[in-house]
């Protein structure tokens, strides 16, 4: 028995024009490895989509592959993921499965209160695939205290459970403090456990349950794992032995800079130094920039000229993240407790050393403050609030 296991495919993520296809050019990617490698079906656990109804290019895109893999012979099995479920059912998976393009297997029927789910049979392998879909915030968790186990557990045959949520005992230390549910929600027995939704590669092999694996996604779903991950991937099962294959769409290349206690112009300067020996062909850049710069400000940075040398070299996309960069010259300043008046006058004094202003500084700034305070009188219309705001302003720079 030979399947593929995909997971967060996340069609549609980026909403960068260079980056909308991304994701769809990953999930043909990797179907196209899927039937090189002559599987005998897909798994793909959740979140095939970034949203339950998503534009009309990326359901054109899916369709067509889809179409391509049932016309080889090649069944696909799904569940929804936290992102593409639908609590109004309204879900683009409804329409792909009533087209016979792939079987959604998370079914079951209530008996007494409880989730009683059935299993679905691969023809061609004789495997029993079942599963429960994930939501958003973890809220799938009544689902398993809830569900019949008895009939999942007894059942013979391989068979695959599958499941979108983020199971205590795989989650690494980065994702310690996010919500999670234990493994022994799941039912036992099973041979295969084909998980989706956090984004890692992992899988182990537990007593009890079989293996457990995450395939992580098709391809990085923002900046941090862009930087973390670099590219996504999926999981081949061959008779016991698990592959994991990597779907290369773009490369990728992270750079990452302290900049604590250093000017501006010297961060500006290493960041050249690093780039101007390098080529980045058909590259997704990140640029990182951590830390307090002890003079000049993060504006001073010569980011502009950074992305047009990086483009010149043939960099398909570059990205910033200056979330964690910040300049002496405005650092937050705190004060004791007072009055408002007192309050200020201490704010502005101690400002006054960290930016430059012609005249008396002092007293300009407190008029600008105090035009600024204006409140709208009754009555006034919001245009004309507006026009003698922008008037006191410019009263006291005359």
Known sequence: MKFAHLADCHIGSWRDPKL??????????????????????????GDLF???????????????????????????????????????????????????????????????GRLKLNFTVDEKTGAKITGLLGKRGGLEKSYYEDLYREN?????????????????????KDLEKV????????????DYYAGGHPHFVENKKIEGYGVVA?????????????????????????GGKLEWYP??????????????????????KE?????????????????RLDGVLDSGKVSDIDFKQIFSVL???????????????????????SVDSGNIEETEDKLIKEHLGQIKVEGDEDALIKQFMQALSLEKNEGEKVADFERRLVDEVKNITR
Not at 159 to 169: G, P, R
Not at 247 to 257: D, E, G, I, K, T
């Open 20 to 45: 909308k296809d991304i994701s769809t050019r990953a999930f043909v990617k990797a179907v196209d490895l899927c039937t090189g490698e002559k599987v005998d079906f897909i798994l793909i656990a």
């Open 50 to 112: 970034n949203t339950s109804l998503p534009g009309i290019e990326f359901i054109k895109a899916v369709t067509k592959k889809l179409k391509e893999v049932k016309d080889l012979g090649i069944r696909v099995y799904v569940i929804a993921g936290s992102h593409d479920f639908s609590p109004s059912g309204k879900t683009m998976l409804d329409v792909l499965e009533h087209a016979d393009l792939f079987v959604n297997v998370a079914k079951g029927e209530a008996i007494d």
């Open 152 to 172: 999942l557990e007894s059942e013979p045959g391989f068979k695959i459970f599958m499941f979108h949520s983020l199971l205590t005992e795989l989650k690494p």
């Open 179 to 190: 919500d999670s549910q234990p493994l022994s929600l799941l039912p036992k027995t099973f």
């Open 214 to 238: 995450y395939p992580g996604p098709l391809f990085p779903n923002n900046f941090r794992e862009l930087e973390k991950l670099g590219r996504g991937g999926f999981y081949i099962y061959d």
């Open 247 to 268: 779907v290369q769409v773009y490369n990728a290349y992270s750079m990452h800079f302290e900049c604590n206690h250093k000017s501006a112009e010297q961060v500006n």
């Open 271 to 287: 960041i050249f130094d690093m780039i101007k020996s390098k080529e980045f062909f058909d590259t997704i850049v990140t640029l």
């Open 311 to 333: 483009y010149e070299k043939s960099a398909y996309f570059v990205m910033k993240n200056t979330n964690g960069l910040s300049s002496k010259e405005f650092e937050q300043i």
